[in-house]
């Protein structure tokens, strides 16, 4: 039971990413991976400030601001550069792995010992218990700041623009700035995942990022599965339901664990899991047409 | 309103493939003149479009609206004066959203779009009062995503949708030509209704003879990057409708 409790934690530090993925993949329609790097960005920069011992509510803008430039780069060189989603991506998370490991000094730094999050308190005490409160709560807020922004009429914008951008130009709307802005937006939210894991699991590890944009995509598509199957319009519904993909991806992760797969093979269970639910998804889509 | 004066477009210059879209054009649109423009495929009547709507810049010669010099001015922010309807149904609204939420980033084309809700409930009774005026019941629907409508309802909600900000100049780039003729003759009735109704200047670009014929007050025909003919309202109410077919003969 422990184990599994631990897997909805890693689920919902992963929501930050899966929100992000679902704001650069879903509503901007862009395959940005700078996600990898801004993971570790986050993270580095958390566990840099913990060490310090500055409070995690000074730390959260900072990684916040840390992500949105990371993204803001990449929405840069796609928009105004004119070089593919894909690339500028891979072009910035590849520079962020000098950046991180440049900050860290070094490949791994520990947190532990700082009081950060999780670090308990008189209300609520460190505990795998008192962990899952905070996270549920944290991740609540984080959504309905999200689900709030789609919904106002600047939302409606970023909607759109990744709709139908010859509408969006054709209303008044700078739709390279826009792009940059839910790029920055989407890497703001992935440095939040990286910011709540460092802490959770107590260090950074300068290799924490690898891969890791496949997990937000399967969460993604996992919610968006249960989106389309139910043809959801609700924007704070949406929400729920890419949150709960990052919670049940990582169960499925820690069910193929638990029957005895070799952890060595879990980024290729991971990639094979993504896979299926795809290949699934659409075969069954198109059958539906 | 629009002035073009010596404008032209060239695509690829100095390259093996060049093309000379528009060359040297002087055209003048008129406040609440409604203008169809024709021209076979390569004339350079979309082009003369895209010059107007910001899409594309001139190669040389300046354009202005009223007094404002325009020339190089983006798209997105020719938004002012200019609303759209697309070729392509599916360009002019967004599919995944309400009709209510498309309606609702028509309304904010010339003002910015803040972080504040504003399809409210009163938004809502607008926007279901206008869209009552189409008559195809699509008011009782607003919450349904726009990607659920056919292709002529979408066109005349695009329409529609452009009468929700302050508007001084429609374009129309081909609007009914991915449409049946009863959609389409429905589109084009509205089309004609909005501009008149709100004192619009328009500008059609089109293939179908028979609206070039009934609608607008103004033919233009293009050919080789050139204005070949150019007819008042005097001189196109005395048109029948052979002459404009003679003229692709």
Same mark, same amino acid.
């Given at each position: 039971?422990?184990?599994?409790?631990?897997?909805?934690?890693?689920?919902?530090?992963?929501?930050?990413?899966?929100?992000?993925?679902?704001?650069?993949? @879903?509503?901007?329609?862009?395959?940005?991976?700078?996600?990898?790097?801004?993971?570790?960005?986050?993270?580095?920069?958390?566990?840099?400030?913990?060490?310090?011992?500055?409070?995690?509510?000074?730390?959260?803008?900072?990684?916040?601001?840390?992500?949105?430039?990371?993204?803001?780069?990449?929405?840069?060189?796609? /928009? @105004?550069?004119?070089?593919?989603?894909?690339? =500028?991506?891979?072009?910035?998370?590849?520079?962020?792995?000098?950046?991180?490991?440049?900050? +860290?000094?070094?490949?791994?730094?520990?947190?532990?010992?700082?009081?950060?999050?999780?670090?308990?308190?008189?209300?609520?005490?460190?505990?795998?218990?008192? =962990?899952?409160?905070?996270?549920?709560?944290?991740?609540?807020? &984080?959504?309905?700041?999200?689900?709030?922004?789609?919904?106002?009429?600047?939302?409606?914008?970023?909607?759109?623009?990744?709709?139908?951008? =010859?509408?969006?130009?054709?209303?008044?709307?700078?739709?390279?700035?826009? @792009?940059?802005?839910?790029?920055?937006?989407?890497?703001?939210?992935?440095?939040?995942?990286?910011?709540?894991?460092?802490? &959770?699991?107590?260090?950074?590890?300068?290799? +924490?990022?690898?891969?890791?944009?496949?997990?937000?995509?399967?969460?993604?598509?996992?919610?968006?599965?249960?989106?389309?199957?139910?043809?959801?319009?609700?924007?704070?519904?949406? &929400?729920?339901?890419?949150?709960?993909?990052?919670?049940?991806?990582?169960?499925?992760?820690?069910?193929?664990?638990?029957?005895?797969?070799?952890?060595?093979?879990? @980024?290729?269970? /991971?990639?094979?899991?993504?896979?299926?639910?795809?290949?699934?998804?659409?075969?069954?889509?198109?059958?539906?047409? | 309103?629009?002035?073009?004066?010596?404008?032209?477009?060239?695509? $690829?210059?100095?390259?093996?493939?060049?093309?000379?879209?528009?060359?040297?054009?002087?055209?003048?649109?008129?406040?609440?003149?409604?203008?169809?423009?024709?021209?076979?495929?390569?004339? %350079?009547?979309?082009?003369?479009? $895209?010059?107007?709507?910001?899409?594309?810049?001139?190669?040389?010669?300046?354009?202005?609206?009223?007094?404002?010099?325009?020339?190089?001015?983006?798209?997105?922010?020719?938004?002012?004066?200019?609303?759209?309807?697309?070729?392509?149904?599916?360009?002019?609204?967004?599919?995944?959203?309400?009709?209510?939420?498309?309606?609702?980033?028509?309304?904010?084309?010339?003002?910015?779009?803040?972080?504040?809700?504003?399809?409210?409930?009163?938004?809502?009774?607008?926007?279901?009062?206008?869209?009552?005026?189409?008559?195809?019941?699509?008011?009782?629907?607003?919450?349904?995503?726009?990607?659920?409508?056919?292709?002529?309802?979408?066109?005349?909600?695009?329409?529609?949708?452009?009468?929700?900000?302050?508007?001084?100049?429609?374009?129309?780039?081909?609007?009914?030509?991915?449409?049946?003729?009863?959609?389409?003759?429905?589109?084009?009735?509205?089309? $004609?209704?909005?501009?008149?109704?709100?004192?619009?200047?328009?500008?059609?670009?089109?293939?179908?003879?028979?609206?070039?014929?009934?609608?607008? $007050?103004?033919?233009?025909?293009?050919?080789? %990057?050139?204005?070949?003919?150019?007819?008042?309202?005097?001189?196109?109410?005395?048109?029948?409708?052979?002459?404009?077919?003679?003229?692709?003969?």
């Amino acid at each position: 039971m422990e184990f599994y409790l631990a897997a909805v934690l890693q689920g919902l530090c992963f929501c930050g990413i899966a929100a992000g993925i679902y704001i650069s993949m @879903k509503i901007f329609n862009i395959p940005d991976i700078t996600t990898d790097g801004s993971y570790t960005l986050g993270a580095v920069v958390t566990a840099i400030m913990l060490s310090h011992e500055i409070s995690w509510y000074f730390i959260l803008p900072v990684v916040l601001l840390a992500g949105a430039l990371a993204g803001s780069i990449t929405g840069f060189i796609h /928009t @105004k550069l004119k070089i593919s989603a894909l690339l =500028s991506g891979i072009l910035v998370m590849t520079a962020l792995y000098s950046v991180n490991l440049k900050l +860290m000094g070094r490949s791994n730094l520990p947190s532990l010992n700082y009081i950060g999050l999780f670090s308990g308190s008189s209300l609520i005490p460190s505990s795998t218990g008192g =962990s899952l409160t905070i996270l549920v709560a944290f991740i609540v807020i &984080l959504g309905l700041i999200i689900g709030y922004v789609l919904i106002t009429d600047f939302g409606l914008a970023m909607r759109a623009t990744g709709n139908s951008e =010859s509408m969006i130009r054709a209303l008044g709307i700078n739709s390279d700035r826009m @792009k940059i802005i839910g790029l920055a937006m989407a890497n703001a939210l992935t440095a939040v995942s990286g910011f709540l894991m460092a802490q &959770l699991q107590g260090f950074t590890d300068i290799n +924490m990022g690898i891969g890791i944009v496949i997990v937000g995509l399967g969460s993604v598509i996992i919610g968006d599965t249960a989106i389309r199957r139910f043809h959801i319009t609700l924007v704070w519904l949406s &929400l729920l339901l890419v949150f709960s993909g990052a919670v049940i991806f990582q169960l499925v992760l820690a069910f193929t664990l638990s029957i005895g797969v070799d952890p060595n093979l879990l @980024k290729l269970v /991971t990639a094979v899991f993504v896979l299926l639910i795809v290949a699934l998804t659409q075969l069954s889509f198109k059958r539906n047409d | 309103m629009i002035k073009l004066t010596s404008v032209g477009k060239d695509f $690829n210059k100095g390259k093996a493939n060049h093309v000379q879209a528009l060359s040297d054009i002087n055209f003048e649109v008129n406040e609440k003149q409604f203008v169809v423009i024709l021209g076979a495929n390569g004339s %350079g009547k979309s082009t003369l479009l $895209n010059l107007i709507s910001g899409n594309l810049f001139p190669s040389s010669g300046t354009i202005y609206f009223d007094n404002t010099e325009v020339t190089r001015l983006p798209d997105f922010q020719r938004s002012r004066w200019i609303a759209r309807v697309f070729q392509n149904p599916l360009s002019g609204t967004a599919p995944d959203l309400t009709i209510l939420d498309n309606f609702r980033l028509a309304a904010l084309r010339s003002k910015s779009k803040k972080l504040s809700i504003g399809a409210t409930d009163s938004f809502k009774k607008l926007v279901q009062e206008k869209i009552s005026t189409l008559g195809m019941g699509l008011e009782d629907k607003v919450y349904q995503p726009v990607g659920s409508l056919s292709g002529g309802q979408r066109q005349a909600v695009t329409l529609l949708m452009s009468t929700m900000d302050e508007t001084r100049i429609l374009l129309l780039d081909e609007p009914t030509a991915a449409l049946d003729p009863r959609s389409a003759a429905l589109v084009m009735q509205t089309a $004609n209704r909005i501009i008149s109704e709100n004192n619009l200047t328009a500008v059609m670009v089109t293939h179908n003879l028979k609206d070039a014929y009934n609608y607008g $007050n103004r033919v233009v025909q293009l050919a080789e %990057g050139k204005i070949i003919r150019d007819l008042n309202t005097e001189e196109k109410a005395a048109l029948n409708e052979a002459d404009l077919f003679h003229w692709f003969t």
